[in-house]
């Protein structure tokens, strides 16, 4: 089923808890994945949902499980799967809001990087709602900390990234100890092989909802191709970002090595760049992701993987500093931008044919328009204009 249109929060049977932390956000109308997910997970049904990255799934799956609650059980009753520790911690924070006027609700979040010890005396005060890396959790169930008979609901976020993050076994590992188990929610950009394969293995009767990312969700961003030589990428950083004097840019790098440097080499130039990467320690990435948050980092450079969950409503300019490897990691490096009905502008920059036919095939199969052009004295042109 195709979902287009949201609902008001106050036709969905909601409790005045959950009413009253909405009304806080100044959420009166619900998205349409929170429109097509709420009812059947309310009603412990099966649930696959295909939606693009910031459309609110968070609020989707995180609206029933809290209503679900006992908070009178000591048992984990709510587990949510996430790829990456940065979108197990912007799940955590969202789910708090949800259950800020909800006494009792306990929630742990357990993920790798952080002390192990940390996460063992967080589970002794009887969470009900765990958000976790399956790594991390697997790790937990091994050592016994955690207990996962009594789950009665399980959300996979992302699913399509966590299963290409080879993170299957953990996954259907832990799946197949929760005996319990009333409903399972499928969260997914992309509906992959793998991701169906766990539908058909652990779902029954599962409702199937689709958000397409039609005109009306579909973030308003201008999409620039910039055929530059390699070794004057950095001088075209400079330029688009004095350009547009923006004062929050993502730039986009396939590698870590690139991360580093770039960021490095923007630094010594007198721009404000700070990186992140899967190899900087848990605690500094959390530091410089709060910095950019908070609006007091202007630049910020990461992998595509590294940047999983950082939700960031108002990234003025993306850049692709690497043309991405992969169709659907455009399409999220992209929509950092132009999100909440802002306009959003995003550069691709070009050093050699095979990043040219990437790119391309990129526009094709994404059905993303981008249009070539070039700086010149600090001024943008249509590639062939004079």
């Not at 649930?47 to 209503?67: H, Q, R, S, V």
């Not at 959790?137 to 009594?150: G, I, N, P, Q, Y």
């Not at 790098?253 to 848990?282: F, Y």
């Not at 992701?289 to 590294?306: C, H, N, P, Q, S």
């Amino acid at each position: 089923m195709e979902v287009t249109q949201g609902v008001r929060f106050d036709t969905l049977g909601l409790s005045p808890e959950i009413m009253r932390a909405l009304e806080k956000k100044g959420y009166a109308l619900s998205t349409p994945v929170q429109a097509g997910s709420i009812p059947p997970m309310m009603a412990w049904k099966d649930l696959t949902a295909k939606a693009p990255t910031g459309t609110g799934k968070t609020f989707a799956f995180g609206i029933p499980i809290i209503e679900h609650i006992d908070p009178e059980s000591a048992a984990v009753q709510a587990v949510i799967l996430a790829p990456t520790r940065e979108l197990a911690l912007q799940i955590t924070a969202e789910m708090r809001e949800i259950a800020q006027f909800k006494t009792g609700v306990r929630m742990v979040c357990l993920y790798g990087g952080q002390p192990i010890g940390k996460q063992i005396d967080a589970l002794k005060k009887k969470p009900q709602v765990v958000i976790a890396t399956p790594g991390r959790l697997s790790d937990h169930l091994k050592r016994r900390t955690v207990r996962l008979d009594k789950v009665e609901t399980v959300v996979l976020d992302e699913a399509d990234r966590m299963l290409d993050m080879g993170f299957i076994h953990d996954v259907t590992r832990l799946l197949d100890q929760m005996k319990s188990r009333r409903n399972l929610g499928l969260f997914s950009a992309t509906i992959s092989r793998e991701v169906m394969d766990i539908a058909w293995v652990y779902q029954r009767d599962a409702e199937e909802i689709t958000v397409r990312a039609d005109e009306e969700n579909k973030p308003d961003i201008q999409q620039y191709r910039l055929d530059v030589p390699m070794d004057q990428k950095l001088d075209a950083v400079e330029q688009i970002v004095g350009w547009g004097d923006y004062d929050r840019v993502m730039i986009f790098c396939n590698t870590k090595g690139s991360t580093e440097r770039v960021s490095h080499l923007l630094q010594l130039r007198g721009l404000d760049a700070q990186c992140i990467h899967g190899d900087i320690p848990q605690q500094k990435r959390e530091k410089v992701m709060a910095k950019f948050r908070r609006g007091e980092l202007r630049i910020f450079v990461a992998t595509d993987v590294a940047a999983r969950g950082i939700d960031v409503d108002d990234v003025d300019a993306v850049i692709n500093y690497d043309v991405p490897e992969e169709n659907e990691y455009y399409v999220h490096r992209i929509g950092r931008t132009g999100r909440a009905k802002r306009h959003g502008v995003a550069f691709t920059l070009v050093s050699d044919y095979p990043a040219m036919v990437r790119l391309g095939d990129i526009a094709k199969h994404t059905r993303n328009e981008i249009t070539p052009v070039t700086l010149e004295g600090g001024q943008l042109k249509k590639a062939g204009q004079d």
